[in-house]
Each structure stands twice: as structure tokens, then as C-alpha cells.
């Protein structure tokens, strides 16, 4: 499995601009988390759904902030419209249902993150 | 509800010296906690973990239920130790609970 893959990357947009960040969990895994990292703050937890669902998503910020995930195999996180506090990097990250036992439950696997600079 | 402490943003150390990262938690139930490293401009991965009570790359941690702690150490530390370092904590209760991390230290070994 090639991990957790999110796009884009890198992302450079002007304030007021519409932002979607893209997220391909580990086939298999049950649940989705998205998180923002910042210097300030460090790892905040958005929101995370399981098995699709969105579970909780007292994480974020404001109505501009929305997620998605449309199928076991594709989540979105879209910030409309964005503003310069939005700079941060985001993280995906998948885990398998704690309660199936075993090594690795409860361990998140990350993806390498999506940069976004709001000018 | 639970909450991870991770009171250093900044630990500066020589090479060779040793390394204490410390974490406090708070939380009613037996949790899991965890070390994550992040490496720079990588993906954050898990280190170690306390149920397994194994040592990586040369770390260990304990869990100390009555101080609440789970500080991350390792005897000598090496260049590429240089990273940002999250604990975190799983409060797993039969159902499944969000992972809560701490803020972050970042280490920083000095050649």
C-alpha cells in the first residue's frame, strides 16, 4: 500500500479564493481524520468520520471550513473562502477500528501533508 | 475529557547528551499513549508506543500512572534524533475515542 496520499502538496491562493485539499485513506482503514498543524497550535483535530460518516467535527473553525467523504476511498476538506489564518499545513490520516484488536490499532498513519499559504 | 501536555515547544541538546521529552496527560481512564516524530517536511509517524515496551531508534518511554506521565528518553542523543516530537494519547474505552495530541516539542541536537 502506498500509504495515506493526499493533493495537493503545495497550494498558493489569494484570499477570498476557494480551497480543496484531497485525501486517499489506506484501503481498508474504517476511519478518516483531517488535522491542521500550525507553529502556535500544533496538530488540531478537525473533524473525523468512520466509516464515511463524520463523527465529530467540533474541531472546525467556522462555516467556511467544510469535509467530505464521499466513499471509503476519497475524503475533501474545502475552506471557502479562504483567509491568510488559514496558512497551515494539513494532515490526513487513517487508522483501523480500535476494537478489532491487535498491533496497529489506535495508531494513526499520516499522509504527507498539504502546505497552503493564503496570500 | 482528555488533555496531553507537552510543556518544551523548544529542546536544544549536544550530541551524545540525553534526551528527556517530556508529556503529561490527564484522563479518569487507562489510556494508550503514543510518541509521534515528524521529521522535517515528512509525514508524522509513530515512534513507539507504551503498550509495547519496545525501544526505536534508541528511545523508550515509560508510562507512570501515578506521576500521569509518559516522558520520552533516549541516553545519547544522535544529529538525526533532530526532529518535532508529539505525544499523544487514545483513550481507549471499549468504543472507539478521537486520539488527542500535545503541542509539540521540537528537539534539536546541536553537533
Known amino acids: 500500500d502506498a500509504g495515506v496520499i493526499q493533493s495537493p502538496r503545495h497550494e498558493v491562493t489569494e484570499m477570498g479564493q476557494e480551497v480543496t485539499l484531497r485525501c486517499k485513506p489506506i484501503?481498508?482503514?474504517?476511519?478518516l481524520f483531517w488535522y491542521r498543524q500550525t507553529m502556535m497550535r500544533g496538530l488540531e483535530l478537525l473533524i473525523y468520520?468512520?466509516?464515511?460518516?463524520?463523527?465529530?467535527d467540533s474541531g472546525m473553525p467556522e462555516d467556511r471550513f467544510s469535509a467530505k467523504m464521499p466513499n471509503a476511498s476519497f475524503s475533501t476538506l474545502k475552506i471557502q473562502p479562504s483567509e491568510p489564518r488559514d496558512s497551515a499545513v494539513y494532515f490526513c490520516?487513517?487508522?483501523?477500528?480500535?476494537?478489532?484488536?491487535?498491533?496497529?490499532?489506535?495508531?494513526?498513519?499520516f499522509g504527507e501533508g498539504s502546505r497552503l499559504t493564503v496570500l | 475529557a482528555q488533555r496531553v501536555t507537552q510543556p518544551e515547544k523548544l529542546l536544544s541538546v549536544f550530541k551524545g547528551a540525553p534526551v528527556e521529552l517530556k508529556c503529561n496527560y490527564s484522563y479518569s481512564g487507562s489510556p494508550e499513549l503514543f510518541w509521534y516524530v515528524q521529521y522535517s517536511r515528512q509525514r508524522l509517524q509513530l515512534l513507539l508506543r507504551h503498550i509495547s515496551r519496545e525501544s526505536i531508534k534508541g528511545f523508550t518511554a515509560d508510562l507512570n500512572k501515578g506521576e500521569t506521565s509518559f516522558h520520552l528518553k533516549k541516553p545519547f542523543a544522535q544529529e538525526e534524533d533532530s526532529a518535532m516530537y508529539y505525544c499523544a494519547l487514545w483513550p481507549y474505552s471499549g468504543g472507539y475515542q478521537k486520539v488527542t495530541f500535545g503541542t509539540g516539542t521540537k528537539l534539536q541536537v546541536i553537533p
Open positions: 468520520f468512520n466509516n464515511n460518516v463524520p463523527i465529530d
Open positions: 484501503s481498508g482503514h474504517d476511519y
Open positions: 490520516a487513517s487508522s483501523r477500528d480500535g476494537l478489532a484488536g491487535g498491533p496497529g490499532t489506535g495508531e494513526l498513519f
